[in-house]
């Protein structure tokens, strides 16, 4: 017994470093919270899957959070609860979530990462000059990182 389950541990650890590898590709080459960062990462791990069934839960709707590898709205950042609302790390600037954005705290996060937001690629520039972008749409997070 103690055999199988070792077996089933290491399996479990050297399929989730998998992961992890074959995903960091393009994370080295967008910055931090930018539109794409850590997406494929985000997808093979089941994490937008389950944002997207929590979402259309809570909206009793479908939702279409996060496109596919064409559209890579969903990116590994971080979110931190404000008094005036939460904000997320985009390219080193925090943005506002939109007021309408729920944060799911339930959704399984690949290890290390804090939090998903998924936002639009086009960027304006709002009346504090951050370049944020134009609208963003969903949103997990990892209190306990």
Partial sequence: ?????????????LS???????????????P?????????????YGSVD????????????TTYCCGGSNNPECRVT??????????FNHNGTWCPLNSSVFVHLNVPLPPGVQAVVCASEVVKIDDQQRVCP????????????
């Fill in 134 to 145: 134009v609208a963003n749409y969903c949103a997990a997070a990892n209190i306990s990182s």
């Fill in 78 to 87: 971080e979110i931190r609860f404000l008094s005036t609302g939460p904000v």
């Fill in 16 to 30: 989730s470093a998998a992961v992890a590898q074959s995903s960091n590709e393009n994370m080295s080459e967008i």
């Fill in 50 to 61: 389950r944002l997207l069934n929590e979402e259309s839960r809570r909206i009793n709707g």
């Fill in 32 to 44: 931090f919270g930018a539109f794409g960062y850590g997406h494929n990462l985000l997808h093979e």
């Fill in 1 to 13: 017994m103690f055999k199988i389950i070792t077996y089933s541990v290491v399996c479990v650890l």
